[in-house]
């Protein structure tokens, strides 16, 4: 079953991968437009290779103007094709890069932020618990939730 699976996580990487790379994105887009205008051109033997490209370029931004459309099945189905890979999976990801940069938080703390907060943390966990030691209260050993004020005065030992 794993290996079922192998061709469509590659493909999902690449997806990833070309999501989080806008030049590439675009690279993507434009081999994209060339490779169906040239298929375009092959199939529908009375276009040229410009009016293909153009077809290909209007076919893909789902414009279809109608000027030139494919009368064979083969380039109908490349125009099937064409059109929902751009929907469903260029224009997506082109949108969702975009989407991703405005909505950066510029608050969220860096790695190595987070890192020293972390080792800042360990720091105070060993004096509280050098405190706690000294002063004979019991700590809890999860990293849960204080207990209610209430519930504090029982664990404390009398001087």
Not at 14 to 43: D, K, M, Q
Not at 106 to 113: G, I, K, L, P, S
Request: aromatic letters at 8%; one cysteine or more; glycine letters at 6%.
């Amino acid at each position: 079953m794993h290996v079922l699976f192998t061709p469509f996580r590659r493909l999902y990487r690449g997806i990833v991968w070309l999501a989080n790379s806008p030049g590439t994105l675009i690279l993507a887009y434009a081999i994209l437009i060339v490779v169906c205008g040239v298929l375009y051109h092959f199939l529908e033997q009375k276009a040229s290779i410009g009016d293909a490209i153009w077809w290909a370029v209007v076919t893909a931004s789902t414009v279809g103007y109608g000027d030139i459309s494919p009368e064979t099945w083969e380039a109908r189905v490349l125009a099937g094709l064409l059109i929902s890979l751009m929907v469903l999976v260029v224009i997506p990801l082109i949108t969702a890069h975009f989407a991703s940069k405005l909505i950066v938080d510029t608050d969220a703390f860096r790695h190595e932020e987070q890192e020293e907060l972390k080792n800042n943390l360990r720091r105070v966990r060993v004096l509280l618990e050098a405190i706690a030691e000294r002063e004979g209260i019991t700590l809890p050993d999860s990293a849960g939730p204080p207990a209610a004020p209430s519930d504090q005065s029982g664990s404390r030992r009398p001087h």
